[in-house]
């Protein structure tokens, strides 16, 4: 590939992420909002339905019905999370919906195996539990950083979850020579990974320094923690994206979004850095 080539194709995906970014900032101002957990949690169920369209579509995966055991359990797990919920408010607990997702997940996937062993193996059943897990209860789990973090809070972890994403990009471009996961993700390089994390770890702690993320207890000490534990996850989800995308044979998730790919190219990190957060950030943050 020319010089020339890879400028365009830079330049091309850096504007795409820009306007990418204008609209990411425009949904998240209106979270600040009263009713902007509402909006969150409206945005992230539509978002998760598309993903969830477009990795049945990829590939291997596509005309198997993959898309049925995610859908059965998200939505079931959905229903049972509304009637657990106070009169006042839809109280979203990440790990109750994870349990929920996973335990209605196991006996879908062994009903639709047995209704199509004709075109799925067992293997596909239990991948179906895995995409389930994976793709379902990450993105509506938003809703709970905005209702123990506040708007800030959300803001702050979708900035984590992304800076990342840009620094590893632009630092690999320019400086990456050798490519330690060559065999899943062959453009991601040492260099990158490196200049991701540094990325990610002082963003966390400019984000307790502005006012995003709380200082109590720990400070920017906190900060640092948060943004490097979101930037080490966040890796390993686009990691994990990329080898499903090999096992399923597609290079993209879709072409939605042009040179930025699909939509789950553009989520991937959140489908393990909000678990992520919400496993650790209590630890490190006094919770409002």
């Given at each position: 590939m020319s010089g020339g080539t890879k400028a365009a194709r830079i330049w091309k995906r850096t504007w795409v992420g820009g306007g990418l970014s204008a609209f990411a900032a425009g949904c998240l101002w209106l979270s600040f909002a009263e009713w902007g957990g509402t909006l969150v949690l409206v945005i992230s169920a539509v978002i998760t339905l598309l993903v969830l369209r477009e990795v049945a579509s990829m590939g291997r995966f596509a005309g198997r019905a993959m898309w049925v055991v995610p859908l059965v359990s998200g939505a079931t797990a959905a229903a049972l999370t509304a009637r657990a919920a106070g009169p006042d408010a839809f109280a979203l607990d990440p790990f109750a919906l994870y349990a929920r997702v996973g335990a209605v997940a196991l006996p879908t996937a062994f009903a639709w195996r047995l209704a199509t062993r004709g075109r799925n193996e067992w293997a596909d059943a239990w991948r179906s539990v895995a995409l389930a897990l994976w793709i379902i209860p990450a993105l509506p789990s938003l809703h709970w950083v905005r209702a123990d973090f506040g708007a800030a809070g959300l803001v702050a972890l979708i900035v984590l979850s992304k800076v990342g994403d840009v620094a590893g990009y632009y630092v690999g471009n320019a400086i990456g020579r050798t490519h330690p996961f060559s065999r899943i993700s062959p453009g991601k390089t040492t260099a990158g990974c490196v200049g991701s994390f540094v990325a990610g770890a002082a963003a966390g702690a400019a984000c307790v320094a502005v006012g995003l993320l709380p200082a109590e207890p720990w400070g920017w000490a906190g900060g640092l923690l948060a943004g490097g534990t979101v930037n080490l996850v966040s890796q390993a989800g686009d990691l994990l994206e990329s080898a499903v995308k090999r096992w399923a044979g597609v290079k993209d998730s879709g072409t939605?979004?042009?040179?930025?790919?699909?939509?789950?190219?553009?989520?991937?990190?959140?489908?393990?850095?909000?678990?992520?957060?919400a496993l650790v950030w209590p630890l490190l943050f006094s919770v409002a």
């Open positions: 939605v979004l042009g040179p930025a790919g699909g939509l789950l190219d553009l989520v991937d990190s959140l489908l393990l850095s909000v678990p992520a957060a």
